[in-house]
T-cell receptor, first 115, second 113 residues
Framework: AQSVTQLGSHVSVSEGALVLLRCNYS??????LFWYVQYPNQGLQLLLK????ATLVKGINGFEAEFKKSETSFHLTKPSAHMSDAAEYFC?????????????WGAGTKLIIKP | DGGITQSPKYLFRKEGQNVTLSCEQN?????MYWYRQDPGQGLRLIYY???????QKGDIAEGYSVSREKKESFPLTVTSAQKNPTAFYLC????????????FGPGTRLTVT
């Protein structure tokens, strides 16, 4: 069965430092992978997605993620953290059942930015 | 602007009452979803619908009901049978085909006392 693991329920970085949020997945077929961001009391917003092609994917707000098949990983990075990046981040993998796509979600990682 | 609307943003109910959460989309998406979010538990799927007049149970459907009479609308009823209904509820939709990304509404926070 497909699953998604996000390492660390909370990650704390200083403003200006590198952001690295980890996501590992298990999938029996080539996956479609997604990162979403959620600000407090709001819905989720798509940050970026990997479908096929280039393994380094660029998203909104300066985030990017790299699909590494050999490591079954899709880690999210940003070179320099801003205070506005404080939010919860969710990794998801797309799977098919009932002839349709569903998303399997990681538990989320709360990103804390220290001034 | 195309998007998903959920109303109300905050909802308060007494225990034992049914309550219906609204979800409307004007994205012309075929599939719609309801999720429940509790602190530290990520998103859990309640119900989903791939087409009008059809819907399927997700992982935690007990105590909930839905209808899909129109493509644009997918209301969720939290019944009195739901043992712990206080949570943040998110509605999402997805276009048919494609890799499966979902688009979310702003959520409804339900508090039952």
């Amino acid at each position: 069965a497909q699953s998604v693991t996000q390492l660390g329920s909370h990650v704390s970085v200083s403003e200006g430092a590198l952001v690295l949020l980890r996501c590992n997945y298990s999938s029996s077929v080539p996956p479609y992978l997604f990162w979403y961001v959620q600000y407090p009391n709001q819905g989720l917003q798509l940050l970026l997605k990997y479908t096929t092609g280039a393994t380094l994917v660029k998203g909104i707000n300066g985030f990017e993620a790299e699909f590494k098949k050999s490591e079954t990983s899709f880690h999210l990075t940003k070179p320099s953290a801003h205070m506005s990046d404080a939010a919860e981040y969710f990794c998801a993998v797309s799977v098919t059942w009932d002839s349709n796509y569903q998303l399997i979600w990681g538990a989320g990682t709360k990103l804390i930015i220290k001034p | 602007d195309g998007g998903i609307t959920q109303s109300p943003k905050y909802l308060f109910r007494k225990e034992g009452q049914n309550v219906t959460l609204s979800c409307e989309q004007n994205l012309n998406h075929d599939a719609m979803y309801w999720y429940r979010q509790d602190p530290g538990q990520g998103l859990r799927l309640i119900y989903y619908s791939q087409i009008v007049n059809d819907f399927q149970k997700g992982d935690i459907a007990e105590g909930y009901s839905v209808s899909r009479e129109k493509k644009e609308s997918f209301p969720l009823t939290v019944t009195s049978a739901q043992k712990n209904p206080t949570a943040f509820y998110l509605c999402a939709s997805r276009v048919a085909g494609g890799p499966g990304e979902q688009y979310f509404g702003p959520g409804t926070r339900l508090t039952v006392t």
